[in-house]
């Protein structure tokens, strides 16, 4: 006796596209699908495409869901496209459209301090407790260029995301700075950063945190580490 093979199920096909953001820096940007079967979703991944058109993976908290939350955003953020990959239960994948990000203030110039995905004005501070980044809290002085690490350990597990702010230690500094501007990072406590990003180009055990201190595009704002505590770099 011949079965009667079974009908192949239609493939899945994205019924909300993302749709292109236009916001002030740092403010943050959402993008959102919809899929015509979300019960043979196996997985959601989101992705941004640069202005160099390359494809770079983005390892947020709600990189892997229906809806991306894109917590800050930078001057630099302006024209980069975000998409939506899935993949069904069979294994096949598709792609969303590409939704553009435009930054109405890029020639605006502010002091943040970004940590991860979170955008930090001058006076504010954060937990990392209450992040998935570690312990301790970052502080961003009231001068908008000091900062300083409390007891922090922090641990770098997003390299290939293609945004300077999730690259080495998670921490970066915007503002206006000129040739000869200092910043200074002070330290309490043990501080331990685990980055484990690796290239040759730079050193060994990966990107020192005064790569990532930086000031307008053209120039770089120099880092002094001061204070009591004392800080492990390693990778």
Not at 9 to 16: D, G, H, M, Q, R
Not at 103 to 122: F, K, M, R, W
């Amino acid at each position: 006796m011949q079965s009667e093979a079974l009908d192949s199920p239609e493939p899945l096909t994205f019924t909300v596209q993302p749709q292109p953001q236009t916001v002030n820096y740092p403010d943050p940007v959402t993008f959102h699908v919809e899929v015509s079967d979300p019960d043979r979703v196996a997985s959601w991944q989101w992705y941004v495409t640069d202005m160099a058109e390359k494809d770079h993976l983005l390892d947020g908290v709600t990189a892997a869901t229906d809806t991306l939350k894109y917590l800050a955003t930078t001057k630099y953020d302006n024209g980069q496209r975000f998409y939506c990959q899935v993949t069904d239960t069979d294994g096949n994948v598709i792609s969303s459209d590409k939704a553009a990000v435009t930054i109405a203030n890029s020639d605006e110039v502010l002091s943040l301090l970004y940590v991860g995905e979170y955008a930090l004005s001058p006076g504010d501070s954060i937990d990392l407790s209450e992040t998935n980044y570690g312990t301790g809290v970052i502080s961003f002085d009231q001068n908008g260029r000091d900062f300083t690490f409390d007891h922090v350990a922090m641990k770098n597990d997003w390299v290939s995301s293609g945004s300077i702010l999730t690259l080495a230690t998670n921490v970066a500094l915007f503002g206006e700075a000129h040739t000869g501007d200092v910043s200074t990072l002070t330290l309490i406590g043990e501080n331990d950063l685990d980055n484990y990003y690796y290239s040759e180009k730079t050193n060994t055990s990966g990107v020192p945190l005064e790569y990532y201190i930086l000031g307008a595009q053209e120039n770089q704002m120099t880092c002094v580490i001061d204070g009591p505590g004392t800080l492990a770099i390693h990778g």
